[in-house]
């Protein structure tokens, strides 16, 4: 069992930062892939960005590519998500994921544990 605890949201101006955390318990974090996801009010939750177990693979959806950076620390058991430029349309509940494995899954539905979620909110 995983359980995933996300912190850092907020309300910020556009063009801001934010950097939000997600802290694991259990053994396994380093065999974990970790996913950033986000829901939109009235919206379908969509992919964010998405780590390996060593760090050394990620991906991100093309409408955060160059401004978001996943990032894990496995000595803590944290995931982050450093977000840059911020835009209104980036306004969302986000949440990290967790599956165990080595694929990078961009599918929600391929996640076993999840987080509660943050409120990110971006005014314009």
């Known amino acids: 069992q995983v359980q995933l605890v996300e912190s850092g949201g907020g309300l910020v101006q556009a063009g801001g930062s934010l950097r939000l955390s997600c802290a694991a318990s259990?053994?396994?974090?380093?065999?974990?892939?970790m996913g950033w996801f986000r829901q939109a009010p009235g919206k379908e939750r969509e992919f964010v960005a998405v780590?390996?177990?060593?760090?050394?693979?990620?991906a991100y959806a093309d409408s955060v590519k160059g401004r978001f950076t996943i990032s894990r620390d496995n000595t803590k058991n944290t995931v982050y998500l450093q977000m840059n430029s911020l835009k209104p349309e980036d306004t969302a509940v986000y949440s990290c994921?967790?599956?165990?494995?080595?694929?990078?899954?961009?599918?929600?539905?391929?996640?076993?544990?999840w987080g509660q979620g943050t409120q990110v909110t971006v005014s314009s």
């Open positions: 259990g053994r396994t974090f380093s065999r974990n892939v």
């Open positions: 994921a967790a599956r165990l494995g080595a694929i990078t899954y961009h599918s929600a539905s391929k996640y076993d544990y």
């Open positions: 780590i390996g177990g060593t760090g050394s693979s990620t």
